[in-house]
């Protein structure tokens, strides 16, 4: 195996950990262009070469002092031996985050070996890693116009174009990946964010879907997918999704009051409840599925149910505004308009609802004109 390669899978690891972004190809040419010398015959290996594949050994076992002397001792004996220098600020960027040394390393290598994508790209995710997006971005630019197939770097590129918030450019960025690795559901992934922040929920429904086809979606990916197929009104699809989520994982909250959701806005009301009734039972402190439960209720009818619900809110959070308005509604559904302008009266407390309250008292208001004067035509019509 190429050393650099074993350098830098170890490495990378760590990396990966710290910035979220894909590291730098693996295994890429040194300054001459020809392979490292760890492929070439033992008895030819120079004492420059030794010292480096010390260092990578040395890095494997994390014995970082002795590996930074390694790769500095390469360095001495042939300062014109560039993998050393991406070795010193793998530990300089990663392990002790010296990021000034870091850039110094990689700086040296970009300048010894300009004509090299990989010096571009391996200096551009330091500057990732550092937050210094527009340095990245200019790196990965020479980068892919030297490797124009580097699908990676394109990625990372549009990483970069993200954090910078210039949406329009990731996507071109991320398209060229998706193109350069169609197989690769990373690219897909990255522009179905990008889509979904936009409110483009038709194109986020088709980059995901490209993730869920190849098998690699995960529960997040078709929670948002379902997420997604609920805002276009395709109940059928959200549902499935939903349900799949939580075959995979029955204790997935969001899912599952995603899914309620489902039901409860297409009419299947009494789905809807048993979802929000398993919810309560496995959070019965939480107020929310509380209320949901509440409202569930009202629109199944369950009155009683809806009242005994908003008592327990009460019971939890006393003056909760939003309690006394779904009793208020129960107490509505029934004719009650009197008692339910009582609750509305008391929702009036709460400020977070002082003004739908009072909206809901003056609607209440009129059902009651409205009842009267329906009394009085039927007097009038027996009389």
């Known amino acids: 195996m190429d050393v650099r390669r074993l350098f ?37 290996v120079t004492p420059a070469q030794r010292a480096y594949i010390n260092a990578t050994e040395f890095y494997r076992v994390r014995e970082l002092g002795k590996a930074t002397e390694n790769f500095e001792r390469a360095l001495e004996l042939d300062p014109t031996y560039v993998d050393p220098l991406y070795g010193l600020g793998r530990i300089y960027l990663v392990d002790t985050q010296e990021f000034d040394k870091a850039l110094e390393m990689y700086e040296r290598a970009k300048n010894m070996a300009p004509s090299d994508a990989f010096s571009h790209s391996s200096l551009a995710y330091a500057y990732f890693v550092m937050g210094r997006y527009q340095d990245c971005v200019d790196e990965y630019v020479v980068a892919v116009q030297l490797n124009p197939e580097d699908a990676d770097a394109f990625l990372n590129l549009g990483y970069a174009y993200e954090k910078m918030e210039m949406d329009l450019a990731a996507i071109e960025a991320y398209r060229r990946a998706q193109e350069l690795m169609p197989d690769d559901t990373r690219a897909s992934q990255s522009l179905a964010h990008i889509y979904y922040r936009a409110g483009l929920y038709d194109q986020a429904i088709m980059a995901y879907e490209k993730v869920r086809t190849r098998g690699q979606a995960s529960n997040y990916t078709l929670s948002t997918l379902g997420f997604l197929y609920m805002k276009v009104g395709d109940a059928a699809k959200a549902e499935s999704l939903f349900l799949a989520v939580l075959q995979r994982s029955p204790e997935d909250v969001a899912a599952r009051a995603n899914l309620a959701t489902v039901y409860r806005e297409s009419g299947s009301t009494d789905k809807a409840i048993e979802q929000y009734e398993y ?36 019971g939890v959070q006393p003056g909760a505004g939003s309690a006394y308005i779904a009793w208020a509604k129960a107490l509505e559904k029934q004719g009650q308009y009197e008692a339910a302008i009582g609750k509305l ?12 309250a009072i909206r809901e008292i003056e609607r209440q208001n009129q059902l009651i004109e409205i009842r009267d004067q329906q009394r009085a035509r039927d007097r009038w019509d027996q009389g």
């Not at 990378?12 to 295994?27: H, K, Q, S, T």
């Not at 009036?348 to 609802?353: L, R, T």
């Open 8 to 44: 830098l899978a170890v490495a990378l690891i760590a990396v990966l950990a710290l910035a979220g972004c894909v590291p730098p190809p693996e295994g890429a040419a040194d300054a001459t262009g020809e392979d490292t010398a760890a492929e070439a015959d033992p008895t030819e």
């Open 279 to 314: 919810l309560h039972a496995a959070q019965p402190g939480d107020v929310a599925y509380m209320l949901a439960l509440a409202d569930a209720y009202n629109d199944a009818g369950r009155y009683d149910s809806a009242i005994a619900m908003a008592r327990k809110v009460l």
């Open 345 to 356: 009266e008391q929702a009036k407390g709460d400020p977070d609802w002082r003004s739908l």
